[in-house]
């Protein structure tokens, strides 16, 4: 076959890839999106974010059936078919990814299913199930993303130990379940099985869930995760694993002391590796930091001057959001555009039971640096609408630079924080003072006043609460 | 604790600091003047919140600062401290007005502000401005936000830009341009020791504000200066027959407070006075309300505190008020709020001599009033000659408003207001 040239090529067809293809044709590029999956949409579509939510989504109702009992509807208990759930599950995936299809499609973006493989800084090799491809392109953009990182000590070969991509399949529903990583994977799938009727038992080397996120925030879901999981075990380490029988025995180590136990599955989440093997990127120039991320500057740049590197397989923070946005970055640099990713708000969503969510600055990493802020806070008590679904755990706090009043960080957790949370980007992107959300008429009763709420407390006149003063 | 600069109110969020009252080791006690800071067309004092003894001074005079800078830190005296720590000094019952919108904040200047922007945070501006300032290659924590916690704006880029680009042309050979060239070349230095003894003195911060004000309403005002006398022999008498029964209320009847019921009758009459132009819409804003200024000559110079509400006031109320301020001005205690807003200026000389002068325009007002000392003439009233007292007068006002037949008229019925004054 003769090669096909191209002006760009992406490897990949994750949010950041597909982002990428779409939005360099959408400017006039000739584009080829490479995908070795036959379903375009990488993780985040086939087995992560979307797949997750819809389980979350799905075993939630059985939380809202029990809890619904104390204000006086009762549904008896709920039984499962995990085909069906398996199927409705797989009908939104197949959905979402066709939809892809048909976009590129539309955009006159040449879809190609195999694997890529480098062959020098201009020319890939696609390996096809039909054969070899040659593609010559002027641009490449690497957005191959990353997978469950499974440490060798924990790679028996055993199905019964699973990552997230396995744990989303739901085979069976195992009476004990281990989740190994306090990390927002490990809190969001093991609330999915905890739901679905496993008792859980989550450990974490660190002594916190959720690192990054503010302990405050984090505190009503650990405490939602302590009611909901049989238990849940910080500073304990796994140090071995065994298959025995139809069971995994492991081995735990807390305090130098070791303890074993048998568990029917378990789950290990303990991050993620990047794919940067086998796509002959030693035939280019571009080089990987030591923990294997390409090396990228701050305009999607690696070090080879034809060739971009885009979401997870660029490190930083793995999001696919972040994915998306660096893939328009990606694109306009190379349209001659002079974006950067410079002072990008990236907001983080943990979607868990209440869900929690932050942006910008924390107030664990103003503390940190150094940096001087005042923390406004609105607890959810307070809120009508909180109180009026059950579910007063949550918190709404403002980091604002104490000269200025402007909000450096949002953080809130509480049921659909993850849907509220945009407004606190849209703040700090804004530079927007806490007196502007103060300001800002927000419909009652809804959530979203909470953040205009933490605003006016901050200057002492919130309506539900009471402060005696403008914070110092 | 920390002392900050408070909200200076509408339309303004930071200024120079013209004077510095304080430094370390100082005892500050509550409402103490603290420094002299000017803003846009005012200077005025700011008070301290709080008392005890001043531990660091962290401004200094010619600085320009913002609402909410920290001025000094001092350790807090008399009070138990606070268990929490939590200052109580800002914690102010009344619902103080949010500071409002900076609006053109102070001109856009040369030097940048230094940035003390939080690390790792971008400037405060949204993000297509960013983009925007990034594709200009604008580093933007060298523009001056004018919105609220001083975000940057499309405005402020472009004036930003217009600055840069004017220092620029500046910088270049000067062609032959019909605008004044941007910097002036620097004034001769003189020895004027040469000649004989000399003896230098600072030109004070406040020397500076009031000549750099000078000098801008008197270039920017083409100014026409009216003459007259008023009779006040009468009034005079009304004065003198009065101040006993007023000192005993408390209050010192003097000329001024007659002067006040006298121009704004006459305001009343002839708003024309008691407009400002804009410039920018080409439209008359004529005011409602009278609030008169009055100058003072203090120590440091002159100070023109703002008489609110002249017209609802009786002579008594006028009078007291009129001396407080006089008083606020001399200590140096008169608000920024007190320097603002006023509709139309009198500068009475009379209690020091001399006859008539023409005083400068305080912009953006159009007419100012020069009143000069009350000396025994004779006068031919009724074909007879006879010693009357009489006031000279000098209204100076703004020929791009005003016409000199409408100030004409102006001045005949501020006299006749002074001649025909009842009690």
Same mark, same amino acid.
């Given at each position: ?55 979350? @989504? ?72 039909? %054969? ?47 989740? #190994? ?71 735990? +180590? ?52 034809? #060739?971009?590197?885009? %979401? ?90 104490? +000269? ?54 901050? @200057? ?13 | ?5 408070? $909200? ?164 270049? $050979? ?171 200026? /009198? ?13 400068? /325009? ?62």
């Amino acid at each position: 076959m003769d090669p096909i040239k191209t002006e760009i090529v992406v490897v990949g067809a994750g949010p950041g890839g597909y982002a990428a293809a779409f939005y360099a044709a959408d400017l006039g590029k000739k584009v080829i999106l490479l995908e070795r999956d036959l379903r375009l949409g990488g993780v985040c579509l086939n087995r992560g974010c979307i797949p997750s939510k819809a389980l979350l @989504y799905a075993a939630h109702s059985i939380t809202t059936a029990r809890e619904s009992e104390h204000r006086g509807i009762s549904f008896g208990s709920p039984t499962l078919d995990l085909a069906k759930l398996r199927t409705w599950k797989e009908s939104i995936i197949t959905k979402l990814s066709g939809g892809i299809a048909q976009l590129a499609k539309m955009r006159g973006v040449q879809v190609m299913t195999g694997r890529g493989y480098f062959e020098d800084s201009h020319k890939l090799r696609l390996e096809t199930e039909q %054969g070899q491809q040659f593609i010559h392109y002027e641009q490449a953009i690497i957005a191959v993303g990353s997978r469950s990182a499974m440490p060798k000590a924990f790679d028996l070969g055993n199905p019964r130990i699973m990552t997230s991509r396995e744990a989303l399949e739901v085979e069976d529903i195992p009476e004990n379940l281990l989740v #190994i990583g306090g990390g927002y994977i490990g809190m969001e799938l093991g609330t999915v099985y905890a739901t679905l009727g496993s008792k859980v038992v989550l450990v974490e080397a660190l002594d916190t869930i959720l690192a990054g996120a503010d302990p405050d925030l984090a505190r009503p879901v650990v405490a939602y995760a302590k009611k909901a999981f049989k238990e849940v075990r910080l500073k304990t380490k796994v140090s071995k694993m065994a298959t025995v029988g139809k069971q995994i025995k492991v081995e735990f +180590e807390l305090d130098g002391k070791k303890t074993e136990e048998s568990y029917d599955r378990v789950l290990v989440a303990v991050g993620r590796s990047p794919n940067a093997n086998d796509l002959g990127l030693e035939n280019t120039k571009v080089t990987l930091d030591d923990k294997g991320f390409i090396q990228v500057n701050d305009k999607q740049q690696t070090t080879d001057p034809a #060739i971009y590197a885009i %979401g997870d397989i660029a490190g930083g923070v793995l999001l696919a959001h972040k994915a998306s946005k660096e893939a328009r970055i990606a694109v306009e640099v190379i349209v001659g555009e002079s974006s950067s990713f410079t002072n990008v708000t990236i907001p983080a969503v943990v979607f868990t039971d209440p869900e929690l969510a932050w942006c910008g600055l924390t107030e664990a990493e103003a503390k940190a640096k150094g940096i001087a802020v005042q923390v406004a806070k609105f607890p959810w008590a307070a809120s009508g609408r909180a109180l009026s679904f059950d579910r007063t755990d949550g918190l709404t706090k403002l980091i604002i630079e104490p +000269e200025t009043d402007r909000i450096l960080g949002v953080g809130i957790v509480g049921a659909g924080a993850g849907e509220l949370i945009s407004e606190g980007v849209l703040a700090v992107e804004m530079g927007a003072t806490a007196m502007d959300l103060a300001l800002t008429v927000h419909p009652h009763p809804t959530l979203s006043e909470t953040i205009m709420e933490a605003a006016e407390a901050f @200057y002492g006149h919130a309506t539900h609460t009471f402060t005696r003063k403008k914070l110092e | 604790m920390d002392f900050k600069l408070p $909200p200076l109110g509408e339309g303004a969020d930071s200024g120079t600091v013209v004077n510095l009252f304080v430094k370390e080791g100082d005892q500050i006690a509550r409402d103490q003047a603290i420094l002299e800071l000017e803003n846009e067309k005012a200077v005025a004092t700011i008070p301290s919140t709080g008392a005890g003894t001043v531990t660091k001074v962290f401004v200094k005079a010619g600085e320009k600062i913002s609402v909410g800078q920290r001025i000094l830190s001092f350790n807090e005296t008399g009070a138990a401290p606070s268990s929490q720590g939590t200052p109580k000094s800002e914690a102010k019952p009344t619902a103080e007005p949010a500071p409002a919108p900076a609006k053109d904040a102070g001109e856009p200047q040369g030097e940048p502000e230094p940035a003390k922007a939080t690390p790792g945070v971008p400037p405060p501006a949204s993000p297509s401005l960013r983009k925007l300032a990034a594709d200009l290659g604008i580093d933007l924590t060298r523009v001056r936000g004018s919105e609220r916690g001083g975000r940057i704006v499309l405005a402020d880029l472009r004036r930003y830009i217009e600055q840069l680009q004017s220092a620029n042309s500046g910088k270049a $050979p000067a062609p032959a341009e019909s605008n004044p060239p941007v910097a002036k070349p620097a004034p001769e230095q003189i020895d004027f020791s040469k000649w004989g003894p000399v003896e230098i003195k600072p030109f004070s911060p406040l020397r500076q504000v009031i000549a750099r004000r000078m000098t801008e309403n008197w270039n920017a005002i083409p100014h026409v200066t009216q003459f007259d006398e008023a009779d006040i022999t009468q009034l005079e008498a009304l004065r003198k027959k009065h101040a006993p029964e007023y000192e005993k209320k408390g209050a010192r009847l003097t000329l001024t407070s007659f002067a006040l019921k006298a121009v704004v009758e006459t305001l009343k009459k002839h708003p024309l006075f008691n407009c400002s132009l804009d410039e920018a819409s080409n439209e008359l804003v004529i005011k409602k309300y009278f609030h008169i200024g009055i100058a003072v000559d203090t120590e440091a110079g002159l100070i023109v505190p703002v008489l609110r509400d002249v017209d609802k006031k009786n002579l008594l109320e006028l009078s007291k008020e009129l001396e407080d301020l006089a008083k606020k001005a001399r200590e140096r205690k008169v608000s920024a709020e007190e320097l603002k807003g006023g509709s139309f200026t /009198i500068s009475n000389q009379g209690g020091i001599g001399g006859a008539h002068f023409t005083p400068i /325009i305080n912009r953006p007002e159009v007419a100012i009033l020069g009143i000069g000392r009350g000396i025994m003439k004779p006068v031919v009233r009724e074909q007879k000659i006879e010693p009357r007292l009489m006031m000279p007068l000098g209204l100076s006002y703004d020929h791009r408003v005003i016409d000199g037949g409408i100030a004409a008229r102006f001045i005949v019925d501020l006299v006749k207001s002074f001649q025909e004054f009842q009690l």
